[in-house]
């Protein structure tokens, strides 16, 4: 009697030791496959999260600008004429400014001359 207990008991023990076996044989390829689809996962999304980052971006500059535009709201981005403007006349300016100068210098009948005492002394240096 004792010895059917014991084959028993020891089937059980040799099932249970199977079965955490296999258990732990289970949660090793589920860590491994986990951990490579992860992988492929951050990978995937390196690659497109720079392609789809300008234009998700520029999305959310139209979502806004269309729920702005239902509100009534004004929009204050864009083109700053007032600062273009102000750019352009300065622009002008300056250009006007280097014409005169330029004119001016170039009106000039003679190019002027160097003090005999400059002039002679640079003579002597190079002969």
Known sequence: MFGKQESRRRKAERI???AWDHLTSAIDSAEHSAR????????AYDDT???VGVGAKEARVRAKDAYDALLG???RRGTSWGWLAAATLAGAAVGWVVTTAGRRAL??????ELPDSLSDEFARTRD
Do not use: I
């Open 16 to 18: 249970a030791g199977q």
């Open 36 to 43: 490579s689809v992860r992988r492929r996962a951050e990978s």
């Open 49 to 51: 999260s720079g392609r």
């Open 73 to 75: 709201k004004r929009r």
């Open 107 to 112: 009106a000039q009948p003679q190019p002027l």
